[in-house]
């Protein structure tokens, strides 16, 4: 299994920045992609953004030109860095990994436990 260790996260004021941080643990052969999602009281879970290695990231349209995603390969991290954050980016945001845990294995989905921004005006 995988575990997903998040911090980074608290209280801003509109138009400041946040960075998160997520690191990956456990039993597996390689990574596939790591990311984050997040969601907000009252909606579903949306992808923010993730980085497929080795290194290709997607966005989200509503983040695309605010945050930053980089993944460090070798340490099995990935980073977020918020900035000009709005109140509609206040939310749980979830580290995430695609990952096989034996060769030849599927890929699987692993969550972190999620850690909270909170965006004021």
């Known amino acids: 299994q995988v575990q997903l260790v998040e911090s980074g996260g608290g209280s801003v004021q509109a138009g400041g920045s946040l960075t998160l941080s997520c690191a990956a643990s456990?039993?597996?052969?390689?990574?596939?992609?790591m990311g984050w999602f997040r969601q907000a009281p009252g909606k579903e879970r949306e992808l923010v953004a993730e980085?497929?290695?080795?290194?290709?990231?997607h966005y989200s349209d509503s983040v695309q030109e605010r945050f930053s995603i980089a993944g460090d390969n070798a340490k099995n991290t990935v980073s977020l860095q918020m900035n000009s954050l709005n109140v509609e980016d206040t939310a749980v945001y979830y580290c995430n990994t695609i990952a096989r845990t034996r060769i030849g294995g599927p890929n699987i989905r692993f969550w972190g436990q999620g850690t909270q921004v909170t965006v004021s005006s």
């Open positions: 980085i497929s290695r080795p290194a290709t990231t």
């Open positions: 456990g039993r597996f052969v390689t990574i596939v992609s």
